[in-house]
C-alpha cells in the first residue's frame, strides 16, 4: 500500500509543478555548505591478500548493519508479494550463481557471506541489487587553471518503501550508515581510491591520481537491467556487472585514453552512463552504454561558453528528462550560476547540496581531483521540507 501511495502520488504531480518550498533553489552565492557535516571513514582493501581475506575487516565492522539492509529489502520484498517465495528462491539458488562471477569477485563475495553469516544467495543479491535501482547527478569541470574536479551525488532506494514516520525512503536510511571510503593498495602502495557501500564489491565512483576519475549512473532502457541479469542468470552470458567492470578498469588501466576505450566495448549486463573525466584539458566524458554498444558519447569541451563541464543524471543528454525528474535543468542552472571561475571541490558540492539534485535519495556527495588522487565523501542527508526525489 506505501508503494501503491507513492505510485499514485507520482501520477498525480504530472500536471502540477511542485511549489515552494519544494522547488529548485540553488544555493549558490547565498549558502554554503562545503565541507559536509559528516566524512565516510576509511578502510583498505589489499590486492595482494587472498579475495578470502581481502573483505574480512570490513565485513567484520558492518556486518549487523548490512543484515539490518537486506532485512529491509526482504520486508519490502514481502510487502509487495505478501509472500517469502522470493527470499526462499534466493536462498536456495542465489548462491550456485556467485560461480558465474569471475574470480576474484565469487571468492570474495563468499567471504562476505561467511563473515557476515548471511546466507550467500543474498550476498550476491546485494551485489548486482544495485544495477537497477541508482539514480544519480554526475558532474566533470574544468576550472580556469584547467584543473578538472569529477564529483556526484548517489542517490538510491526510489520506492523502496517510505518511512513515514521519519520522511524518509527505508533502504536510503541504512545505506547511509554502510558508506564507506576504500584505499585500494598493491605492494603497500595506493592504486585507486573509491567510495562503496560495506559489503559491495563493485564500484561505482574512484580515482586514480595522475590516471582518471569514473562514476557511474543508471540509465534506464526498455532493453535494460532486468533483462540483462535475467540472461546472465539463466543463459551462459559473459557480461559483466558494470560496476565491476569499473573496478576492473581501475586494476588494469592508467590513462583517461585507455579508461574510455574499456568502459566503451565491454559488454554489461545493464545500460549505464559512464562520466569519465581525465587530468588534461578537455578529458571529460559522458559514455552513453547500451548492454552491448555505445549509444552516443558528450565530451568536455571548453571552448563552448558551457563546454566547461559536462553534467549527467539518468537520461540521455540529447532528450529530455522525464518532467518529475528534471534534475538535469536545474543542476545546469546552477553550475552556471557557479561560473568556471569558482569550480573546485566548495563549489561543486554546493550545486550538488542544492535542491532538486539534493533530495530525500541522496545518500552521499564524493568529490575527487585526479592530480591529488584526493577523494572525499560526505554521507547527506536532505532535511524537511525536502523533495523526495
Not at 533483462?227 to 588501466?253: D, K, P, Y
Request: a negative charge; hydrophobic letters at 40%.
Amino acid at each position: 500500500m506505501k508503494l501503491i501511495g507513492v505510485i499514485f502520488a507520482v501520477f498525480a504531480a504530472v500536471a502540477v509543478a511542485p511549489p515552494p518550498p519544494f522547488a529548485d533553489n540553488c544555493i549558490v552565492g547565498l549558502e554554503n555548505k562545503y565541507p559536509g557535516a559528516i566524512q565516510a571513514p576509511w578502510y583498505t582493501i589489499d590486492l595482494d591478500k587472498d579475495p578470502s581475506e581481502r573483505w574480512v575487516e570490513v565485513a567484520t565492522a558492518y556486518k549487523q548493519n548490512i543484515t539490518v539492509l537486506i532485512g529491509v529489502i526482504k520486508e519490502f520484498i514481502y510487502g509487495m508479494t505478501g509472500s517469502t517465495s522470493i527470499i526462499d528462491w534466493v536462498d536456495n539458488n542465489m548462491a550456485a550463481w556467485d560461480q558465474k562471477l569471475p574470480y576474484p569477485y565469487n571468492a570474495e563475495i563468499a567471504s562476505i557471506a561467511q563473515v557476515t553469516g548471511i546466507p550467500e544467495g543474498e550476498i550476491v543479491l546485494y551485489n548486482i541489487f544495485y544495477e537497477i535501482f541508482t539514480v544519480c547527478t554526475s558532474i566533470v569541470a574544468q576550472d580556469n587553471n584547467n584543473k578538472l574536479y569529477h564529483a556526484r551525488n548517489l542517490d538510491f532506494g526510489l520506492f523502496l518503501g517510505w518511512d513515514v514516520n521519519t520522511h524518509d525512503w527505508a533502504v536510503t536510511e541504512k545505506l547511509r550508515e554502510i558508506i564507506i571510503n576504500i584505499n585500494w593498495i598493491r605492494n603497500g602502495q595506493t592504486v585507486y581510491k573509491s567510495v562503496n557501500f560495506a559489503g559491495y564489491i563493485g564500484i561505482y565512483n574512484g580515482v586514480k591520481k595522475n590516471g582518471f576519475t569514473v562514476t557511474a549512473n543508471e540509465r534506464f532502457s526498455i532493453n535494460g537491467g532486468f533483462i540483462g541479469i535475467f540472461q546472465w542468470l539463466m543463459e551462459n552470458s559473459t557480461a559483466s556487472l558494470m560496476s565491476l567492470l569499473v573496478r576492473e578498469t581501475f586494476e588494469t588501466v592508467d590513462t583517461y585514453e585507455d579508461a574510455v576505450a574499456k568502459l566503451s566495448v565491454t559488454p554489461i549486463m545493464a545500460p549505464v552512463y559512464y562520466i569519465v573525466g581525465g587530468k588534461n584539458s578537455n578529458e571529460g566524458q559522458i559514455i552513453v552504454r547500451g548492454r552491448a554498444n555505445v549509444a552516443g558519447v558528450v565530451n568536455l569541451n571548453v571552448s563552448d561558453p558551457n563546454g566547461w563541464y559536462i553534467l549527467e543524471t539518468n537520461y540521455d543528454p540529447w532528450k529530455k528528462p522525464l518532467y518529475l525528474d528534471d534534475r538535469r535543468t536545474p543542476g545546469n542552472a546552477c553550475m552556471q550560476r557557479l561560473t568556471r571561475d569558482y569550480v573546485g571541490f566548495e563549489g561543486i558540492f554546493n550545486v550538488l547540496s542544492s535542491t532538486t539534485n539534493f533530495n530525500k535519495l541522496t545518500a552521499y556527495t564524493v568529490l575527487m581531483q585526479v592530480d591529488d588522487g584526493t577523494l572525499e565523501t560526505y554521507i547527506q542527508k536532505c532535511p524537511d521540507p525536502c523533495w523526495a526525489w
